[in-house]
């Protein structure tokens, strides 16, 4: 499976993005998925992630009410809804998946590229 995020770009603060998470393979649909940032100079940060049937999410305090991580099995996407964005959450966003362990893991075997958020004050 390869993963592919998208939905990045410039945003004013307190605008809203939603990030998507795409794959290829079939298999994606029994995948884990999280999302993770990394700011500049910053080490990579996990945001959210979401078990494989979409019913079980996890969020990273400092983010819940803002971020909502979702998934769409009939159209094989998983989406990360960005709200009241702050230049704070100005990032690269990577998805990842694992098809193995529970949606509270933080380790994921499959990486995708990121796409890159930026919030301008």
């Known amino acids: 499976v390869q993963l592919q995020a998208s939905g990045g770009g410039l945003v004013q603060a307190g605008g809203s993005l939603r990030l998507s998470c795409a794959a290829s393979?079939?298999?994606?649909?029994?995948?884990?998925v999280g999302w993770f940032r990394q700011a500049p100079e910053k080490e990579r940060m996990f945001v959210a992630a979401?078990?494989?049937?979409?019913?079980?999410?996890t969020h990273v305090e400092s983010l819940k009410g803002r971020f909502t991580i979702s998934r769409d099995h009939a159209k094989n996407m998983v989406y990360l809804q960005m709200n009241n964005l702050k230049p704070e959450d100005t990032a690269v966003y990577y998805c990842?998946?694992?098809?193995?362990?529970?949606?509270?893991?933080?380790?994921?075997?499959?990486w995708g590229q990121g796409t890159l958020v930026t919030v301008s004050s």
């Open positions: 393979g079939r298999t994606f649909s029994a995948y884990r």
């Open positions: 990842a998946g694992d098809p193995t362990g529970s949606y509270l893991s933080r380790s994921f075997s499959h």
């Open positions: 979401i078990d494989w049937t979409g019913t079980s999410t």
